[in-house]
């Protein structure tokens, strides 16, 4: 006979429901147990009594709460199918001495509102649910007694029914009563289970606010692998691009320079045009090549690091350009890659727009900072939002959470400076 559907609907995971509640009730009751038993003990008669029956109980409230939080996160993982996180972990004082650390981590413990949570928890909203559920479970019993009555009567001696008059229609009216209690309590007993489910996850998982931390955190950990790996990438071209196409090249330009020289006036005036022709066009391409693999990533950024990488700038621009680099030790290669193009590019809009007589540029390492300055003498007016190249150094920089900012006032001068955080 196949159970009907409002019924199906209604007792579906009632069992699983009414376990997770039994379990419930074992957990939450031995925080108050724990509470209570100053009261069990002796009954307090004075104000220093309560005091004392109040603070008795902390010590083992202070043990405990760790040891029934894990016990609570088992449950729902294993009953509910809920994981709830753990709360990042709180500082601990510093062992030093030894001595009054104790006493500091348990009054930091106190504090903390991980813990505030937790005691709301076990104190409070926990045992009432556990109460709630209790009472639901005992009127579950006494519905599922009340349905099955008609049972009860016939198992009792013929003598006590004939006893009582009109049983048959009081029987009825008790069994639709307790088949229309057994679906309240089943519906009652499932509520009180996501009731619970949700307490715990605001009160004993990570808050909102912790929530948000970790999940900036692991933003901030995936956008670095990120550049880290773009980065891997653009050396890997280059010495793909160093080692193949290049070499090829510049194979190619010597076969070429080679067989007008050596062939001389055996070569016809049409094949010789020909040949400077192919010669000028492979040297041209290794030219344009190796900028594409310098702007790829320099490969004396890696070997030599930023001072080295900076003054090839420098000797390359063609304006005079001032460098001072003082980095006491080279800082991670994604920040030295940033700081590179940053310079490269700022220069390269020197020389286009600024129309300056000369530039500088300032490296310096402060703590876990480094400076980047690119100044000029032109005619000032730089915008970021203008298109000049600037807000492109703004997303690179911003990559690595770094800061940008750029001062430029009509008639100069241009200042930009860039600040990177060489932990990264």
Avoid at 177 to 182: D, E, I, K, R
Avoid at 348 to 361: G, L, P, W
Wanted: contains cysteine.
């Amino acid at each position: 006979m196949r159970i009907p559907t409002v019924w199906r609907r209604h007792f579906d995971g009632t069992g699983d429901a009414s376990a997770f509640a039994v379990a419930g009730i074992l957990n939450q009751y031995v925080f108050v147990l724990v509470m209570a038993v100053p009261w069990i003990v002796y009954v307090p008669s004075s104000m220093m009594d309560i005091l004392m029956a109040i603070a008795l109980p902390l010590p083992f409230v202070a043990v405990a709460s760790p040891v029934l939080t894990a016990g609570q996160r088992r449950r729902f993982r294993r009953m509910r199918g809920v994981i709830i996180p753990r709360p990042p972990a709180r500082e601990r004082t510093p062992e030093g001495d030894g001595r009054g650390t104790w006493w500091r981590n348990v009054l930091r413990w106190l504090r903390s509102r991980a813990t505030a949570r937790e005691l709301l928890y076990h104190l409070l909203l926990g045992p009432a649910v556990a109460f709630a559920g209790l009472l639901t479970l005992l009127t579950g019993l006494a519905s599922a007694a009340a349905a099955t009555i008609y049972v009860w009567i016939w198992a009792l001696p013929l003598h006590w029914r004939l006893s009582w008059q009109g049983y048959s229609t009081d029987a009825a009216y008790i069994t639709a009563a307790g088949v229309a209690a057994l679906l309240g309590t089943a519906w009652l007993t499932g509520a009180l289970a996501r009731l619970d489910t949700r307490n715990a996850i605001a009160l004993l998982g990570p808050s909102r606010e912790e929530k948000l931390a970790r999940r900036v955190e692991d933003l901030t950990e995936s956008r670095a692998g990120v550049v880290d790996a773009a980065d891997e990438e653009r050396r890997r071209i280059e010495r793909d691009l160093h080692d193949g196409a290049q070499q090829r090249l510049v194979s190619m330009a010597v076969n070429l320079g080679l067989a007008r020289a050596t062939l001389g006036d055996q070569l016809s005036d049409q094949a010789r045009a020909v040949i400077d022709e192919a010669h000028r066009e492979a040297k041209e391409a290794i030219a344009e090549l190796s900028n594409l693999v310098r702007g790829l990533h320099p490969a004396v950024l890696e070997d030599r690091g930023l001072d080295a990488a900076l003054s090839g700038i420098a000797a390359r621009a063609p304006l005079p350009v001032r460098l001072s680099v003082d980095l006491p030790a080279r800082p991670s290669a994604t920040i030295e890659a940033v700081a590179y193009f940053v310079v490269s590019e700022a220069l390269a809009n020197v020389v286009k727009h600024a129309q300056a007589a000369e530039a500088a540029v300032t490296v310096e390492r402060f703590g876990g900072t480094l400076l980047v300055v690119i100044a000029d003498d032109g005619v000032g007016g730089a915008d970021p939002a203008a298109g000049t190249g600037l807000a492109g150094l703004a997303k690179r920089v911003a990559s690595v959470d770094g800061t940008f900012s750029v001062s430029s006032p009509p008639a100069g001068p241009t200042i930009v400076t860039v600040e990177l955080p060489c932990a990264l």
